[in-house]
């Protein structure tokens, strides 16, 4: 990918890494980030200009954590159109989980997965290989050629590791290349055919609970098993408070644990499975919910599952004490098949790419986090644990590649399912209100998403 000259004038820009947050001008120039400097910055002749004041200009959104289905499932999702919304929601490099069919677990699944990111891909995707062969939980997969081939850790997600000697081994062999291993933490003899979380919505609406103790036994087990080897352990998508504490205590101790949040976890509660939108503890009126109540609504249905407003709350400060590293949206893409049926049939999953920004936003208009906290568990938290596979991402620093991201942080909108850039329409925010909006991505150098909104305002 070779990008043009870009000036960017105008715009709140927040640095994370730096931790600068004021207006300036950023230039891009060959792809790269030239400068960041206070007005005018002056470029060369032919530069492409993005007028944004009022709006907030940000490193590039780093996703640690989705599925764009291909190979196997392109029904529900393919790279191309995976990548196009990651684009849109202003995410400029992602991972993608190898729960595909064949599950990527060779140097061959990565050579294709990087071949087709290169045909189709408008972002930056790097893959994620399986720790045991066809995520059976047996052996352990081809790690090391799969470390050379470039991924960006190992893991059998949907799935734990279920046997406590088999994750040592893989903690120990990942040591080697400094990668994670990326735990889906999952006690599936406790879980059962649970499908949402146990306690006060399962009782009511008949539906069969999957415990915070399901989660944290793994959480307990693999924090235990990487300070036995002093290897990387990242844990996906924790959901528990119980799980926050464990991570926070084994950090404490030294343990070499990173973890990731959903922006679902972080927003929504286990009522919105019943069509309620925001926990109970909710301030802000986000209009009437298009549900009614009891509504087994199967968008809401995820893995792990929305948990209470007190676990909600725990990840929150989770973020903030630093925890948790970072957010990643686990896109889990599916037919509509896939989710009109009943409850106990659907698939668990959300489509969350397209509303990600918006939907975190909410946190900062309730005052609950701050907006440079957001931005940097967004862009450059992420980017640190991806060093080793794929460095410089996150920052705008002079020298490093110009993924930039621009948004604006004041525009309302209604999420509509015919507006999701996603193949899978199965959004937990359809219907909702959201005031956030990404107005441009740009992938070194090359915009690669621009909001109509934006194009009306700056110059070719
Ligand atoms: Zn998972």
């Known amino acids: 990918m070779k990008g043009g000259s870009i000036l960017i004038t105008g715009g709140r820009v927040i640095d994370p890494a730096t931790e600068s947050d004021h207006v300036r001008d950023v230039l891009i120039e060959a792809g790269k980030i030239c400068r960041v400097g206070e007005a005018p910055l002056k470029g060369n002749k032919d530069l492409r200009t993005i007028d ?48 595909t069919n064949p599950p990527l677990d060779t140097r061959a699944g990565v050579d294709f997965i990087k071949a087709r990111c290169a045909a189709d891909g408008v972002v930056r995707v790097i893959p994620i290989g399986c720790i045991t062969k066809g995520r059976k939980g047996l052996e352990l997969a081809e790690m090391g050629e799969m470390a050379r081939a470039g991924v960006a850790g ?21 040591r080697s290349f400094g990668l994670p291993v990326i735990e889906h933490c999952e006690d599936k003899a406790l879980s059962a055919d649970g499908m949402v979380n146990e306690g006060r919505v399962a009782t009511r609406l008949g539906l069969r609970g999957i415990p915070a103790a399901a989660e944290e036994i793994v959480v307990a087990r693999d924090l235990s098993l990487a300070a036995l080897t002093g290897a990387w352990l990242h844990v996906a998508h924790v959901s528990t408070a119980g799980s926050v504490e464990l991570i926070r205590r084994a950090r404490e101790k030294g343990v070499r644990v990173t973890a990731e949040v959903t922006p679902h976890h972080l927003t929504l509660t286990e009522e919105r499975v019943m069509g309620s939108r925001w926990g109970p503890g909710a301030t802000v009126d986000l209009g009437p919910s298009p549900l009614p109540p009891d509504a087994y609504d199967t968008f809401a249905k995820v893995s792990p599952p929305l948990r209470t407003e007190e676990d909600r709350k725990a990840l929150v400060q989770g973020l903030k004490d630093g925890t948790i590293d970072a957010i990643a949206t686990d896109h889990a893409p599916h037919t509509w098949m896939d989710k009109a049926c009943e409850f106990g049939l659907a698939a668990f999953g959300a489509s969350v790419f397209d509303t990600s920004l918006g939907s975190l936003l909410g946190l900062v208009q309730r005052g609950e986090v701050d907006l440079p906290l957001i931005v940097s568990k967004l862009t450059f938290e992420p980017g640190k644990i991806l060093s080793t596979s794929c460095g410089g991402l996150g920052t705008l620093s002079p020298g490093s590649g110009a993924d930039v991201t621009v948004f604006d942080p004041e525009a309302e909108w209604l999420v509509k399912e015919e507006d999701l ?11 909702s209100n959201l005031r956030g909006k990404v107005m441009a991505t740009i992938v070194g150098g090359v915009i690669v998403y621009q909001d109509p909104a934006l194009q009306a305002r700056s110059r070719p």
Request: proline share 6%; aromatic share 8%; with cysteine.
């Open 154 to 174: 190992f893991s059998d997600d949907g799935e734990s590791v279920p046997g406590s000697r088999l994750m040592r081994y893989a903690l120990e062999y990942s």
């Open 52 to 99: 944004a004041r009022g709006l907030v200009v940000t490193p590039g959104f780093v996703d640690l954590h989705c599925h764009l289905r291909e190979p196997g499932f392109e029904d529900k999702e393919t790279i191309s159109s995976g990548a196009r919304a990651a684009a849109k929601g202003g995410y400029t490099t992602i991972c993608c989980m190898p729960n």
């Open 421 to 431: 850039a996603s193949r899978g329409k199965n959004n937990p925010f359809i219907g």
